[in-house]
Each structure stands twice: as C-alpha cells, then as structure tokens.
C-alpha cells in the first residue's frame, strides 16, 4: 500500500518541503507517502474561477491511480481522531490498495472531486493555507503509524 497526497500547487516555500519531508521519511516503505502536485490554473482579475477549478478537479483526477481508495480532503468534511486514523491506516494496510488524499486549490476541491472521493475528510474546522495541510497531513499520518507501532511518539489518550 502506499499513501499518495495529490495536491494543487507547485514550488512551496523551502520551510513547506522541509517540514512535509521530515514526516514523510519517517514512515516505512510499507505505508510510504508520496507527493504528486498538480499545477495550479492561472487565476487573474477576470479569470473564470469556475473553469479553473474544474480544470484543476480533472488533473487531480487524472492522477489517481486505478483502484484506488480516494479520500478528499475538505474542510466540511467528517472530523477524525487520530486514533480513528490510524484504525483506518491498518484497515488500509489490509486491504493493500493505494490510499490518494486530494487537497484542492484557493477554491477547494470541484465537484467532480468530491463526487469521485469514497470518503471526504476535514482536518479541521478552519481554513488553513494549502502548503500547511501538507505538513499536517504527513504529521497526522506518521502519528497514525506511530501508534499502530506502539512507538512513543504519540501520547495522546
């Protein structure tokens, strides 16, 4: 199995990459996480927001693999524990298929997306910054794993 964040947007700050691959290192190749950016449509003063948005829903779509377990990532979406994560991680584990997590762009993710999505999560009830919800998630992600691994890194409840 291996975990796949598909997200809009390319060239984060240095501090994003940093802190997103110091989590995504420490999980093992058996529940790796891999990053795919999707390029982000060219928003101007009269840009149709809406088309880009679709634009941007259909290359996400694009590159989830075949069979895939499709999680989007939307603020509006079922709150979990982290102990529900990583109750799922080891039914994802079991189950063997690759795992995708969408994160849109400025507008979110396109109805095709979230139609598309076998579960739509939030990871909070705020908005945060598109570079932030990577950290969070590779975070929350090695936490998971942690706990499945009863390593002392989550001391949680």
């Not at 259909?58 to 979990?80: F, N, S």
């Amino acid at each position: 199995m291996h975990i796949i964040l598909i997200a809009v947007g390319k060239r984060m700050p240095q501090w994003v990459n940093d802190a997103y691959d110091e989590y995504a290192r420490r999980l093992p190749r058996h529940c790796a996480l891999q990053l795919l950016e999707i390029s982000a449509g060219k928003r101007g003063k009269n840009a149709d927001i809406v088309r880009i948005n679709n634009e941007e829903g259909k290359r996400l779509l694009d590159a989830v693999p075949a069979g895939a377990r499709v999680i989007a990532l939307e603020r509006t979406g079922k709150d979990r524990s982290t102990e529900q994560l990583a109750n799922a991680m080891e039914n994802w584990m079991a189950d063997g298929r690759d795992v995708v997590f969408l994160v849109g762009g400025p507008e979110g993710l396109s109805e095709d997306c979230l139609n598309r999505a076998d579960e739509t999560w939030s990871l909070s009830k705020m908005t945060f910054a598109h570079p932030l919800v990577r950290i969070v998630l590779a975070e929350q992600l090695y936490r998971a794993w942690s706990i499945i691994a009863n390593l002392p890194y989550h001391r949680g409840d």
